[in-house]
């Protein structure tokens, strides 16, 4: 017995004529007629009362029936199933962003993801730090990130996606908001916000580069582990922050933003570990590819 015969038998009992049956499948009668008679003889029963006239069930036909329909329907479902795995189009992902990207590019991200992928169940995570991303690419928490290079971990697929420049956000009613942009020697003697030291955060070192090369010993009253929570600080008043221009999505009340000087830019890269091609992993990708493309994301 092989699936042919059920949906042989399917047709026949639900036309309840064996001619009707074969027209129905595209098939000769007698070829027909034959199968059910050698599906009836390998079960070692009667489907099928037979008449002049008509084609009706026997009880055991009617059991054989409903569960033969059950088969064929899962069939159906895993063949379906199989060929939308194959297109990319179902599946699940978790993907982790950086603070910046968090702000300014997931609220964009997660509108395409879910109009061009329905069938994929996406997760995030908001406001990782570089290594909380490495580690969880690592362990398959996160399958894909949107991260701060470098990256040196051989494991993990990285490409620069694009780099962002750096700008300060400063309290409103601070003597620098009302500068059409800022050179970085004026920070020497302001209260400053950064993102902690010891989680390793790529922010820290390159804030620490850029004061560092302007020859300023850094006066930090605060660190922080998300970017959120920075720009809140600074909305607060009580200093200013060196962040990647798309932080300036985070429109709170009580904060400017203003170019920095010299220009300084930090990369966004795109990580998944390496060797992976399952479809709905690879399209996730070029939907990402293409929405940072530009330095600005468009607003939806």
């Known amino acids: 017995m092989d699936v042919r015969h059920l949906r042989y038998f399917v047709a026949v009992a639900e036309e309840q004529h064996f001619g009707r049956a074969a027209a129905r499948l595209h098939m000769a009668q007698p070829p027909l007629s034959q199968q059910i008679r050698q599906l009836e003889a390998n079960l070692g029963v009667s489907l099928f009362e037979r008449t002049t006239r008509k084609v009706e069930l026997t009880a055991a036909g009617a059991a054989y029936l409903a569960r033969a329909r059950q088969i064929l329907a899962s069939l159906d479902d895993a063949a379906r199933e199989a060929r939308l795995v194959a297109a990319g189009s179902v599946g699940h992902l978790t993907i982790g962003c950086v603070g910046s990207?968090?702000?300014?590019?997931?609220?964009?991200?997660?509108?395409?993801?879910a109009t061009e992928l329905p069938g994929v169940e996406f997760a995030f995570r908001g406001e990782m730090l570089v290594p909380d991303q490495i580690e969880a690419l690592r362990t398959g928490a996160v399958d894909i990130a949107l991260l701060r290079p470098p990256v040196t971990d051989r494991s993990l697929a990285v490409e620069l996606l694009r780099n962002d420049e750096l700008v300060l956000a400063t309290p409103s009613d601070h003597p620098l908001a009302a500068h059409s942009?800022?050179?970085?020697?004026?920070?020497?003697?302001?209260?400053?916000?950064?993102?902690?030291?010891?989680r390793a955060s790529v922010m820290?070192?390159?804030?620490?580069?850029?004061l560092r090369d302007a020859g300023i010993q850094p006066r930090i009253r605060?660190?922080?582990?998300?970017?959120?929570?920075?720009v809140t600080l600074v909305a607060g008043g009580v200093g200013v922050a060196i962040v990647p221009e798309p932080v300036a999505a985070l429109t709170l009340d009580g904060v400017t933003y203003r170019p920095l000087r010299p220009t300084t830019t930090v990369g966004l890269a795109l990580a998944h570990r390496a060797g992976r091609t399952e479809p709905h992993l690879t399209r996730s990708l070029d939907v990402i590819r293409r929405l940072t493309a530009a330095k600005d994301t468009p607003p939806q």
């Open 101 to 113: 990207a968090t702000a300014s590019l997931l609220p964009t991200l997660s509108r395409h993801l």
């Open 181 to 198: 942009e800022v050179d970085a020697r004026e920070l020497a003697d302001t209260d400053l916000i950064v993102h902690s030291a010891d």
């Open 222 to 230: 605060y660190r922080v582990g998300e970017t959120s929570t920075l």
């Open 204 to 210: 820290y070192g390159v804030v620490m580069r850029l």
